[in-house]
């Protein structure tokens, strides 16, 4: 076995993915290999069979993510600075001088282990020559080295298998030939008279399967819209009847669609739940100008549910009528537009999330009259199924932090949830998580929506 071990000199790591993938690791032994070469040792051959190696099992730390740092430069649009000007706008023009413009926004993570990558094969003298000339490994900031090391790893196991998890990109028969292609390619990008775009190719990945990640979440939001077809918005006291209609539309068109009556009882959360599409009201909430009321559903559903069932309901979704019992349609639903600001809110990473419509805990748990908030909060993560070990800290409130969030118990809830605890919450994890997150028992009647909170 190699095991490749790859330690960061500041601490700090800038890549996009953790742990860093294989392929990137391989990009940076080949950018060691091209810079320092080495007269008695034929490091392409090493590197072709790695390309023919199986993925490495990779043991690594939890990184902590910390606050993106974006990068600005003054604007030097003079143009529109003397359009201002000609029509007397002096503070128009000052205002447009002194404007920022963000050139790149970089995120990064605090690395204070090193990363081990245990490949299926035999180390060898080139193999430590080639490691002693690694000087970064992620973007020009991360400085590292590597080392051979042969002594037991210490850190969480992401394996190169299973059916869910995150892909990583890792190296495959032929990619060093793609890299040197394309490493050429970019070299001759700028001519006497143009500047020719080169694009990334696309690398094979590989699922691995980490002790720490989430569950996947499939998703897709509308809005409501009334029946001519104009915005609507709903007071927060309405999020329970919409989520009904809306899973009364998704059991609509689930049979329009086709499906067996078992598998449309699975839909609608008839059995273990797995399979269930839930409908999550959406309150306008998190900026400054928000009202806290309701005009976007999301539909989430976990990865358990097959994706063709999944496209055949969220398409035949688009223009459903939404309709009280026993009465005429209320409303309709629709596609979110793609520069919704509101809704990609909900599905931004990060590393903190706080609630937004409150979270209706599983349970009560007290000693001796006492109540225990921590263990409470570790039941309520073990039923969503999120590791503890991804998690830093829970804090449960009465109110929420953003804009627009209203009391805990300004929500209603069903008949069968009326007795359980339901609080707000602040969850805060140790890498960034893409949403949309909802937790808590209240998840089939539209509770329990969180929303990232960086401040």
Request: net charge positive.
């Amino acid at each position: 076995m190699l095991q490749l071990t790859v330690e960061w000199l500041a601490g700090t790591y800038h890549g996009a993915e953790w742990p860093p993938s294989p392929l990137r690791v391989f990009q940076a032994l080949l950018a060691s290999a091209r810079r320092y070469p080495s007269g008695e040792h034929n490091f392409d051959v090493i590197l072709q069979d790695l390309e023919r190696t199986p993925p490495p099992v990779i043991v690594a730390p939890l990184p902590r993510a910390f606050a993106a740092v974006r990068a600005a430069v003054p604007n030097n649009d003079t143009d529109r600075e003397y359009e201002h000007l000609a029509r007397g706008d002096v503070l128009g023009a000052r205002k447009l001088r002194d404007k920022l413009k963000a050139i790149r926004e970089r995120s990064g993570r605090l690395v204070d282990q090193p990363v081990h990558y245990q490949w299926e094969c035999n180390p060898s003298p080139a193999w430590e020559a080639l490691a002693d000339r690694v000087t970064c490994v992620g973007q020009g900031v991360d400085l590292a080295w590597a080392r051979l090391n042969p002594t037991t790893p210490t850190g969480y196991l992401f394996e190169p298998r299973g059916e869910s998890g995150d892909r990583l990109q890792v190296p495959y028969s032929g990619v060093l030939d793609v890299l040197e292609t394309r490493y050429s390619k970019f070299r001759q990008a700028i001519g006497r008279t143009s500047v020719v775009g080169v694009g990334e190719p696309r690398h094979a990945t590989q699922i691995y399967r980490s002790p720490v990640s989430l569950p996947r979440i499939r998703s897709a939001v509308f809005r409501l819209r009334t029946l001519d077809d104009r915005p609507m918005a709903a007071s927060r006291d309405r999020g329970l009847a919409i989520a009904a209609m809306v899973r009364h539309a998704i059991h609509e068109a689930a049979k329009r669609a086709g499906l067996e009556q078992d598998r449309i009882a699975a839909i609608m959360g008839h059995g273990d739940g797995k399979q269930r599409i839930n409908a999550i009201p959406a309150p306008n909430a998190g900026h400054a100008w928000a009202d806290g009321r309701i005009r976007r559903v999301f539909i989430t559903a976990s990865d358990a549910i097959p994706e063709s069932d999944w496209n055949a309901i969220v398409r035949r979704l688009r223009g459903a009528e939404l309709t009280p019992p026993h009465a005429a349609p209320w409303a309709l639903l629709a596609d979110a537009s793609a520069d919704d600001r509101v809704a990609d809110a909900f599905v931004h990473s990060s590393c903190r999330w706080t609630s937004v419509t409150p979270v209706v805990l599983p349970g009560f748990d007290h000693r001796r009259g006492k109540p225990r908030p921590q263990r409470t909060a570790r039941r309520l993560l073990r039923h969503a199924g999120i590791p503890q070990a991804a998690v830093q800290r829970v804090v449960l409130e009465p109110t929420g932090r953003l804009p627009g969030t209203g009391h805990a118990t300004d929500y209603p809830v069903p008949r069968h949830l009326d007795q359980y605890p339901r609080t707000h919450l602040t969850i805060e994890f140790h890498d960034r998580v893409r949403g949309p997150l909802v937790l808590g028992a209240g998840v089939g009647v539209g509770l329990g929506l969180l929303a990232p909170c960086e401040r």
